[in-house]
T-cell receptor
């Protein structure tokens, strides 16, 4: 069963706009990681946020974590065509290291 | 630093055959996990190895097995292939603790 749920399932934006996607999960976590996947290829690691952190930045990415609401958001600023991909959140728990993934958000950036 | 390597990248097999996939983790990483990705089920955890020991196993039939070698390289094996085993198989490499997990490019398995 999947721990996380991403919202929306799909997102279409204009180049230069910001893209925001959300992830909700069911049980307490240790870490939450965001990944990008281009068209059936491998997962590219974007950012890891720990349960005691509330916000992290990496380049044009901003991730927030609200453990009280069991949710996280990923913001991509000033989007580019190369950001077109599927984005997944993945969580691990204190009991084991396996990652539980959501179904992903498909982002399309229009030129 | 080299990334995670998976071989082969593509594989076509027929029902009933068996297949072995390989994953070489990032140098220094002692853990490897395997995941299956299909359009219907999404990304599902198969198993995880740390220092040659299986630490965790997902909910897959016994036809799916794996192992890890002393150099941390890992293999997974699927016996008696079924059409439903067609998927992208991904391995993740990490230190063994609660840190970033880095994925390889995957092996695309097609079962005919």
């Amino acid at each position: 069963s999947q721990q996380g749920e991403e919202d929306p399932q799909a997102l279409s934006i204009q180049e230069g706009e910001n893209a925001t996607m959300n992830c909700s999960y069911k049980t307490s976590i240790n870490n939450l990681q965001w990944y990008r996947q281009n068209s059936g290829r491998g997962l590219v690691h974007l950012i890891l946020i720990r349960s005691n952190e509330r916000e992290k930045h990496s380049g044009r990415l901003r991730v927030t974590l609200d453990t009280s609401k069991k949710s996280s958001s990923l913001l991509i600023t000033a989007s580019r065509a190369a950001d077109t991909a599927s984005y997944f959140c993945a969580t691990d728990t204190s009991n084991d290291y396996k990652l539980s993934f959501g179904a992903g958000t498909t982002v399309t950036v229009r030129a | 630093k080299a990334g995670v390597t998976q071989t082969p990248r593509y594989l076509i097999k027929t029902r009933g055959q068996q297949v072995t996939l390989s994953c070489s983790p990032i140098s220094g990483h002692r853990s490897v996990s395997w995941y299956q990705q299909t359009p219907g089920q999404g990304l599902q955890f198969l198993f995880e190895y740390f220092s040659e020991t299986q630490r965790n196993k997902g909910n897959f039939p016994g036809r799916f097995s794996g192992r890890q070698f002393s150099n941390s390289r890992s293999e997974m094996n699927v016996s008696t292939l079924e059409l439903g085993d067609s998927a992208l198989y991904l391995c993740a490499s990490y230190s063994g603790g609660f840190d970033e997990q880095f994925f390889g490019p995957g092996t695309r398995l097609t079962v005919l």
